[in-house]
C-alpha cells in the first residue's frame, strides 16, 4: 500500500503478482486493473491491511481470486 493516507475515492491500480513457479515453470501475469477506493483501509489481526475497491464486473472474480491467494498490489495512480 501506498505509505500516504488512501482516502475513499483514490484511484488505484491492482497489479498481479506471479504465482510460485510450479514444477519450474512460471505462471504469465495478469493484465493490471484500474480500480477505485471505497472507505477507508483498515489493519487486519494479521498485519494485513484491507482495502475496499470498485473494479470492473468482468474482471472482478479474478481479482478476487488473486486477493484471496495474496497475489496483488495497489499501486495509487497520479492525480491529474
Do not use: M
Not at 41 to 54: E, F, I, N, R, Y
Amino acid at each position: 500500500l501506498p505509505v500516504t493516507t488512501l482516502p475513499s475515492g483514490s484511484k488505484v491500480l491492482i497489479v498481479a503478482l506471479p504465482a510460485p513457479a510450479a514444477a519450474g515453470k512460471a505462471e504469465p501475469l495478469e493484465s493490471s486493473v484500474g480500480a477505485t477506493t471505497v472507505g477507508t483501509p483498515t489493519l487486519a489481526a494479521d498485519g494485513s491491511t484491507l482495502v475496499d475497491v470498485t473494479v470492473p464486473a468482468g474482471r472482478a472474480e479474478a481479482i478476487a481470486r488473486l486477493a484471496a491467494s495474496d497475489r496483488i498490489v495497489l499501486v495509487r495512480q497520479a492525480e491529474r
